[in-house]
């Protein structure tokens, strides 16, 4: 497991990616990805990921206006996160992509946030004893609360990393299985899971009753047809069962696999 340690860099050209309009403090996917030294379209895939598996809250998307290298204007899409979820989310992002960056991003939350705080009149300028007290209770406070995001990250992203181990190695068995033995590892019911695949075009039934995989999911190993040359039934290869667990996000009990 990498090392999430905290660095103090206030000067870095992140402090530029996250905008403090209306006192809310923000940042895009395009600006992570300038951070961490990414591909745009990879942060928004690894966004999706995490969306997916409930790890993060769907950002909302907005058209970003930028110039290429040629001076044409382009519109991106991006991924906007604000305010505390936003914070929460993108340290989540950012320990996944690049955990060496994680730190920056820490530092430039609290600075950004301590800018905003600042926009009103900071504790040490209050004459008043017991309002300048409540003031530094203010501040200590978002100072914890930040502390605690960066453990809360941590400790996600380890559990991820425990639970993408144990997925890498059951997809790299080898076999099939029935969507009865597949439904019951996913403790879901087999009709669910063959409506499930059905609704989202991991098969489809040529005639009542029957169900035949899809081409992405049989060429992408996901699925098979059983050896029966009268009446083949759809089987599930161990890829495919990790991969419905990711979709699903059910967590396979891998000690009893």
Same mark, same amino acid.
């Given at each position: 497991?990498?090392?999430?340690?905290?660095?103090? #860099?206030?000067?870095?050209?992140?402090?530029?990616?996250?905008?403090?309009?209306?006192? !809310?403090? /923000?940042?895009?996917?395009? $600006? !992570?990805?300038?951070?961490?030294?990414?591909?745009?379209?990879?942060? /928004?895939?690894?966004?999706?990921?995490?969306?997916?598996?409930? *790890?993060?809250?769907?950002?909302?998307?907005?058209?970003? $206006?930028?110039?290429?290298?040629?001076?044409?204007?382009?519109?991106?899409? +991006?991924?906007?996160?604000?305010?505390?979820?936003?914070?929460?989310?993108?340290?989540?992002?950012?320990? $996944?992509?690049?955990? #060496?960056?994680?730190?920056?991003? +820490?530092?430039?939350?609290?600075?950004?946030?301590?800018? +905003?705080?600042?926009?009103?009149?900071?504790? @040490?300028? !209050?004459?008043?004893?017991?309002?300048?007290?409540?003031?530094?209770?203010?501040?200590?406070?978002? /100072?914890?609360?930040?502390?605690?995001?960066?453990?809360?990250?941590?400790?996600?992203?380890? *559990?991820? $990393?425990?639970? +993408?181990?144990?997925?890498?190695?059951?997809?790299?068995? &080898?076999?099939?299985?029935?969507?009865?033995?597949?439904?019951?590892?996913?403790?879901?019911?087999?009709?669910?899971?063959?409506?499930?695949?059905?609704?989202? &075009?991991?098969?489809?039934?040529?005639?009542?009753?029957?169900?035949?995989?899809?081409?992405?999911?049989?060429?992408?190993?996901?699925?098979?047809?059983?050896?029966?040359? @009268?009446?083949?039934? *759809?089987?599930?290869?161990?890829?495919?069962?990790?991969?419905?667990? /990711?979709?699903?996000?059910?967590?396979?009990?891998?000690?009893?696999?």
């Amino acid at each position: 497991m990498t090392s999430l340690s905290l660095q103090t #860099q206030n000067s870095t050209p992140f402090n530029t990616a996250i905008n403090t309009a209306n006192n !809310i403090v /923000k940042m895009t996917s395009q $600006q !992570i990805a300038d951070l961490v030294q990414s591909r745009h379209d990879d942060v /928004k895939r690894s966004i999706e990921r995490l969306v997916t598996s409930g *790890v993060i809250v769907q950002p909302p998307m907005a058209d970003e $206006q930028s110039i290429d290298t040629l001076g044409r204007s382009r519109t991106t899409k +991006v991924y906007v996160f604000e305010g505390d979820q936003g914070e929460r989310d993108t340290t989540i992002i950012v320990a $996944q992509l690049s955990p #060496q960056f994680l730190g920056q991003v +820490v530092d430039q939350w609290r600075f950004l946030k301590q800018q +905003v705080l600042e926009m009103n009149k900071p504790s @040490y300028m !209050i004459e008043d004893r017991v309002e300048r007290a409540k003031k530094w209770i203010e501040e200590e406070t978002a /100072k914890q609360q930040i502390e605690a995001k960066l453990i809360e990250a941590k400790q996600v992203i380890e *559990v991820q $990393q425990v639970d +993408v181990d144990a997925l890498e190695r059951i997809a790299s068995r &080898k076999g099939s299985m029935t969507v009865r033995d597949a439904a019951k590892l996913l403790n879901m019911r087999p009709i669910d899971l063959r409506d499930w695949m059905l609704a989202n &075009k991991w098969t489809y039934s040529p005639y009542k009753g029957k169900y035949r995989p899809t081409a992405a999911h049989a060429t992408a190993g996901h699925l098979t047809l059983s050896a029966n040359e @009268y009446d083949p039934l *759809v089987r599930v290869t161990w890829k495919g069962l990790a991969l419905l667990a /990711k979709r699903l996000n059910v967590t396979l009990d891998t000690d009893n696999i």
